[in-house]
């Protein structure tokens, strides 16, 4: 097959590359540049910003699917909001233009249902459990990502065993009281409704669980279908390589078309943080 991977020297992005080239398939890579960080090797990278409509028309034309890693940014502004809906508005138009057979695009865990008929964003214990549950591996990612030495601090605390494996930090909890709106969470949920219900093009939308992060992966993953996936109580997490397989997957095999998916590593448990 003829992919093109959009992000491709972001964390996802490579890292999907890279498995695709490994099965045999020809890449195309795009991303904006502005990282500075190399593509993965045998992967033909273009710098292609998705605002550039004619470019990005142009770059993903003759491919057979295309897959999207493509973020709006970390940050808290408002324009990391903007930035990820209206790219991915313009990411949606370009495929349908261009006739590319099928769009897998990568959003976030914001649009995933946690009971019937409410979001991850709308569940009253966001975002003071969801974040206070999160275990020490993925408290220290997020810590260097943002970056914010409060995650760090609660991963000592649960290190420690100060808080209970499984349990709440309530220090956490409450210095993140009010990180109600996160651009990124909500502009991935409205990334969602430019795909619902539409079927003039074949896609699919991964959601991936609110604990994603690097690893060394299981080797094994499970699916969910607009469900957030639970483990042990707490929402199931997976690293980097296991989501990549269930994307390579997906992307060869196109089972879930219009579908809004997410997925798990099968061995994904708090303790094993510890």
Request: aromatic share 10%; net charge negative; glycine share 10%.
């Amino acid at each position: 097959m003829r992919i093109v991977v959009i992000g491709d020297t972001g964390m996802s992005g490579s890292a999907i590359a890279a498995e695709l080239i490994r099965r045999g398939h020809e890449v195309t890579g795009l991303s904006s540049g502005r990282s500075g960080a190399p593509a993965p090797e045998g992967v033909e990278h273009r710098d292609v910003d998705v605002f550039d409509d004619r470019a990005l028309r142009s770059a993903i034309a003759g491919h057979d699917a295309l897959v999207s890693a493509y973020s709006g940014g970390h940050g808290l502004e408002v324009d990391v909001y903007y930035r990820h809906a209206e790219g991915t508005r313009r990411m949606i138009k370009a495929v349908r233009e261009a006739q590319v057979p099928y769009f897998l695009c990568i959003g976030g865990a914001a649009s995933l249902l946690t009971k019937p008929g409410v979001q991850f964003l709308e569940d009253e214990r966001w975002p003071r459990w969801f974040y206070g549950t999160q275990p020490p591996l993925h408290q220290r990612w997020l810590g260097d990502l943002i970056p914010a030495q409060i995650f760090h601090d609660s991963a000592d605390r649960k290190e420690a065993g100060v808080v209970p494996r499984g349990g709440s930090d309530p220090i956490l909890e409450e210095q993140v009281k009010d990180w109600v709106h996160v651009p990124l969470l909500e502009g991935c949920r409205v990334a969602l409704d430019l795909f619902e219900g539409r079927t003039d093009f074949r896609w699919s939308f991964l959601s991936p669980p609110w604990m994603f992060r690097p690893g060394p992966g299981t080797g094994s993953y499970e699916l969910g279908v607009d469900y957030m996936i639970f483990d042990e109580g707490i929402p199931a997490g997976i690293d980097l390589p296991d989501l990549v397989l269930a994307v390579c997957d997906e992307t060869e095999n196109q089972v879930l078309v219009h579908k809004h998916w997410t997925c798990a590593g099968r061995q994904a448990k708090y303790a094993e943080d510890l």
